[in-house]
């Protein structure tokens, strides 16, 4: 009887994975005749990026709505935190789905202005899009979790106070922004399961603080409504202190450890 009990609950799991590896499916045919038919670099910069980050976001949508099913057991939401950022980091090679990482390449001298302009703006389109895909997706009532009302309600993932969700994001973006930076020459697969698990480990550690987004097209397709209720502090938290801590991460890495490595160097020769 237990069994019979738990039934609806694996099938409504069941069907939240299927959707979400149909959605991986689907973006990956889209990107193979993207490949194939689009030759101009913008546009195919550009419908790349905006593939990626519908994927991301139309996955974390699901994610966060199977880790509401069972808060108090947050092992099995982790799991697949970790199979799906290897599911996307295998996936959308070449593309960042984060305006962090674009922020990123720009300031490294990596892109050019123009390029990380049209990337941005896929990004956010995207963002936006795939909420309101989601939103569709759900008002069919494939599960009993889907609820289009859900999509359309702010439900605040902030539980600290501003200062605290600050840092939180900050730190979560410098430490995987630089380990993304300097996994570079890491051999490929081993490199997407210590970013997978990097990751997993940053959700589980802020995610009871903020949910540990640090992407800001990721929070504004989460918490477009609650951007909308209250800009200043969702904008403060989901997209300054990011780039905040990509800005801090450039500057130790590229300037402040090379300055003292002179300076100890310099030092020793006197």
């Keep these: 009887m237990a069994l019979l009990g738990l039934w609806p609950e694996v099938q409504d799991t069941c069907t939240s994975l299927g959707l979400m590896l149909s959605t991986v499916l689907f973006v990956g045919l889209a990107r193979v005749i993207v490949r194939q038919q689009l030759h101009r670099p913008m546009a195919h910069a550009f419908v790349l990026e905006f593939l990626a980050t519908f994927q991301l976001c139309c996955c974390t949508h699901e994610l966060q709505l199977l880790s509401e099913q069972d808060p108090a057991h947050p092992t099995w939401t982790l799991t697949l935190i970790y199979f799906f950022s290897l599911v996307h980091g295998l996936t959308l090679v070449g593309t960042s789905s984060n305006p962090c990482g674009v922020m990123m390449q720009m300031m490294l001298g990596g892109m050019s202005p123009e390029m990380g302009a049209m990337r941005l703006l ?3 389109i995207s963002a936006i899009c795939s909420r309101y895909c989601i939103g569709a997706l759900w008002s069919l009532g494939l599960t009993k979790y889907h609820v289009r ?3 359309f309600a702010c439900k605040n993932p902030i539980h600290v106070d ?6 939180t994001e900050a730190i979560c973006s410098f430490i995987f922004h630089s380990a993304l930076l300097h996994f570079q ?3 490929t697969k081993l490199r997407i399961h210590l970013l997978a698990a990097l990751i997993t480990f940053l959700v589980y550690a802020g995610g009871s ?6 992407n800001p097209a990721l929070a504004l397709s989460l918490h477009f409504t609650c951007f909308d209720e209250a800009f200043h502090h969702f904008f403060i938290v989901y ?7 990509i ?3 450039i500057l130790m890495f590229n300037f402040f450890l090379p300055w003292l490595h002179n300076k ?3 030092n020793k020769k006197e």
């Design 162 to 167: 501003l200062p605290k969700a600050v840092i």
């Design 185 to 187: 020459e890491v051999r």
């Design 264 to 266: 100890h160097t310099i």
């Design 209 to 214: 603080l903020t949910g540990a987004v640090f």
């Design 122 to 124: 896929a990004q956010l």
């Design 149 to 151: 009302e859900r999509t």
């Design 247 to 249: 800005l801090l991460m």
């Design 239 to 245: 997209w300054l202190a990011p780039s905040l801590g």
